[in-house]
């Protein structure tokens, strides 16, 4: 579910060449906040998928919307208590 999530927002990203040492920029319009740079394009996807990776963490620990892209969507974190410490 989550990669296809990620696989999906890189099919939604915009690349531009900017002028800086990692001169590959992208970014999810859908996803604010979500950008990234790299040495070579596919540097820049693979950061990027490791962003949106790292964003999705944050949200859904803070319980925070995601929203769809492409349909897919990413649905909250159920936490299963263990008993583990009990």
Known sequence: ???EY???ALEH???EIIEDDEPYYGE???LSGVFATGRTLEECRRNLAGVIDE???IRLRRGLPIPPIA???VGEIVRVDTGAGA
């Open 55 to 57: 964003w999705l963490i």
């Open 6 to 8: 990620i696989n999906a």
């Open 28 to 30: 999810i319009p859908e």
């Open 71 to 73: 349909g897919r969507t």
């Open 13 to 15: 990203a915009r690349y």
């Open 1 to 3: 579910m989550i990669l």
